[in-house]
């Protein structure tokens, strides 16, 4: 079938009629509830070209994998290539030899790798081998942190109470669960004075991209890499968002601070649903007699690692990471000043590869001060933006790719300029 014969051509508003009928919520991740809704056709580079005929310069790349922006050649033409010999084997082949190889070669610290499907698996085989390592179930998680949608990890404040995000989720599952305000050393050491040496693993974001993208405090990784040293902790960086997008090397190099484990997914694989648990041998070795297990029947995928091997070469050889600052830096530094123009109180704030937007003043530090900001503002601005050509969701989070340039910096600041100056608040 070709991608004409595949077309419903009923626009997206026809499209969403039909999706919600037989699509909860006419989405199939929670995450998209919220918008945006315009249905896509096609993407190349920092753009998408909706069904309607609409254009999008894209800051949300997908949620963060396409860091080389959409449709990379040097990856699309690999996996079409290694799909021609077959997709899946149930054995082990070359290319999964090489993106493991990879991974650790381009991130630097990690000796092992194993390949999951998604992020929240690789959390999942984390966790389990945090716990098998150290005869130890309980763990600690930090407010405000993502890794996934399964039982046992995935949190949220109800109510004031942190505990269960999601109806259906088994409580109890999360008991084994201590879950801490983030980037507070001292806090951090009182609990662990408390019950340190019952603890299985430590695990954050390094860098808290999915809730305000807020960096840790000087000291702060160094504090908890130390608490985990004295009390036999598995330090676990879940830099799923972070890895091989604010570095080669992640935010472990980039803060100095080597974790046990790490958890990559996004941006390694230019877009390909693939995701894995890196880390020190002597732990990741657990796996290898199979006495802790971890299973999947589409791990190692040719098209994913053809995805993986030619995303990290890409990186390692023709590295995004100065452009990508540059145009970070200054669509940052033209957002505030489009914003001061309109005298909007416009909070931009983070790294130039990803950086957090939204309204009011605060000293953002958590989950706690984000909330201080006007964040449901934001929502309605940035479903605003996606209506005058901007690509976005409602959390606040721009993502900047390799394929963002001059011209999209361009389009996407006089668009800014012009939601803004028709914008009612
Ligand atoms: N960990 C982090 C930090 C994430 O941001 C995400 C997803 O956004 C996950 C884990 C889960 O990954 P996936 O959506 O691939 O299951």
């Excluded at 990803?354 to 000293?363: I, K, L, P, Q, Y």
Aim: net charge negative.
């Amino acid at each position: 079938m070709t991608t004409e014969q595949l077309r419903l051509d009923v626009g997206s508003e026809g499209l969403r009629a039909r999706a919600l009928v037989r699509a909860p919520g006419g989405v199939h991740s929670n995450v998209r509830l919220r918008g945006p809704h315009p249905f896509i056709r096609s993407a190349k580079g920092a753009w998408l070209f909706g069904v309607d005929g609409r254009d999008y310069v894209d800051y949300l790349l997908g949620q963060g994998p396409n860091f080389l922006g959409h449709a990379p050649d040097a990856v699309v033409q690999a996996v079409s290539a290694a799909c021609e010999g077959g997709l899946l084997y149930g054995g082990q082949h070359e290319l999964e030899v090489q993106a493991a190889e990879l991974v650790c070669e381009v991130a630097g610290w990690p000796e092992m790798v194993r390949f999951s499907t998604s992020g929240t698996e690789a959390v999942q085989a984390a966790l389990r081998v945090a716990r098998a390592a150290t005869g130890r179930t309980e763990i600690v998680r930090f407010q405000g942190h993502y890794h996934g949608w399964v039982d046992n990890i995935l949190v949220g404040e109800r109510g004031g109470d942190w505990g269960v995000a999601s109806d259906g989720q088994v409580a109890d599952n999360l008991r084994p669960c201590h879950i801490l305000p983030w980037n507070d050393a001292e806090l951090l050491t009182a609990q662990f004075e408390q019950y340190g040496s019952r603890l299985a693993a430590v695990i954050m974001e390094p860098i808290m991209i999915n809730t305000g993208v807020i960096e840790p405090k000087p000291g702060y990784l160094e504090t908890v890499r130390e608490l985990c040293n004295r009390y036999g902790v598995v330090l676990i960086f879940d830099e799923v968002i972070s890895g091989f997008r604010v570095g080669l090397g992640g935010a472990a190099q980039r803060y100095g601070v080597t974790p046990d484990l790490a958890t990559y997914g996004k941006a390694f694989a230019g877009g390909y649903p693939v995701a894995a648990l890196v880390g020190r041998s002597d732990l990741m070795s657990q796996l290898s007699t199979g006495a802790v297990n971890h299973s999947g029947t589409f791990n190692a995928s040719v098209m994913a690692m053809a995805a993986v091997t030619a995303t990290l070469t890409t990186l390692r050889d023709r590295p995004p990471y100065a452009s990508v600052e540059e145009h970070g830096l200054a669509l940052m530094a033209g957002l505030r000043d489009i914003a001061a123009k309109h005298d909007v109180q416009l909070r931009v704030a983070g790294l130039p590869a990803a950086f957090h937007m939204s309204f009011g003043d605060a000293d953002v530090t958590d989950y706690r001060s984000l909330q201080k900001l006007d964040l449901a503002r934001y929502e309605r601005l940035a479903a605003a933006l996606v209506d005058n050509g901007i690509w976005l969701a409602g959390r606040g989070i721009w993502y900047v790719s390799g394929a963002h340039g001059p011209r999209e910096l361009d389009v996407a600041l006089t668009r800014f300029d012009k939601t803004l100056g028709e914008w009612a608040l």
